[in-house]
T-cell receptor, first 117, second 110 residues
């Protein structure tokens, strides 16, 4: 019963490096999203997707790319890491009901802690 | 995107009810009201959600004002395990964007 799996759990990067945070869910959820949480702050939406091949920007999309080639996976790419991207990143998913609306419950992964030096 | 306003922190005694308020004066007709909580060093977990009517589940109750400009999450008997940051969120029914605010940190006193 894996749910939402994020890898890696911890990562240290140097400024200018690129990397991909992986997110996979085994619940056949149509909706997936990425958030970042800075110390002592709430979560801010980076990008989200309502299905394979469909992505859209959230509140803070600059510096990040996403793609959704399968229902299960929603990777987040940091193009050129900056110290301001030091944060904890959460992936979340939700299921669409047969009526087309969403159940309203987001399932979160355990988070990926990224430090950019 | 409509925003929510919550008190930064609240305290409650164990075994007593807790009422966590949320203001969302710019809510639109298609926005759902969600509550999540985040325990230390964990991802947020779903608590409850509603659109217009009051809602109950095993974790909590959600009371929504008639004009929908505010709501209250009710924990009927607070336990030490309920100490967390509680987020009131509006979900845009059209775009399905979940926008978190800064939340209320609930401290439960033994």
């Amino acid at each position: 019963n894996a749910g939402v799996t994020q890898t890696p759990k911890f990562q240290v990067l140097k400024t200018g490096q690129s990397m991909t945070l992986q997110c996979a869910q085994d619940m056949n959820h149509e909706y997936m999203s990425w958030y970042r949480q800075d110390p002592g702050m709430g979560l801010r939406l980076i990008h989200y997707s309502v299905g394979a091949g469909i992505t859209d920007q959230g509140e803070v999309p600059n510096g990040y790319n996403v793609s959704r080639s399968t229902t299960e996976d929603f990777p987040l790419r940091l193009l050129s890491a900056a110290p301001s991207q030091t944060s904890v990143y959460f992936c979340a998913s939700s299921k669409r009901k047969s009526t087309g609306s969403y159940t309203g419950e987001l399932f979160f992964g355990e988070g990926s802690r990224l430090t950019v030096l | 995107d409509a925003k929510t306003t919550q008190p930064n922190s609240m305290e409650s005694n164990e075994e007593e009810p807790v009422h966590l308020p949320c203001n969302h004066s710019t809510i639109s007709g298609t926005d759902y009201i969600h509550w999540y909580r985040q325990l230390p060093s964990q991802g947020p977990e779903y608590v409850i959600h509603g659109l217009t009517s009051n809602v109950n589940n095993r974790m909590a109750s959600l009371a929504i004002a008639e004009d929908r400009k505010s709501s209250t999450l009710i924990l009927h008997r607070a336990t030490l395990r309920d100490a967390a940051v509680y987020y009131c969120i509006l979900r845009d029914g059209g775009t399905y964007k979940y926008i978190f605010g800064t939340g209320t940190r609930l401290k439960v006193l033994a």
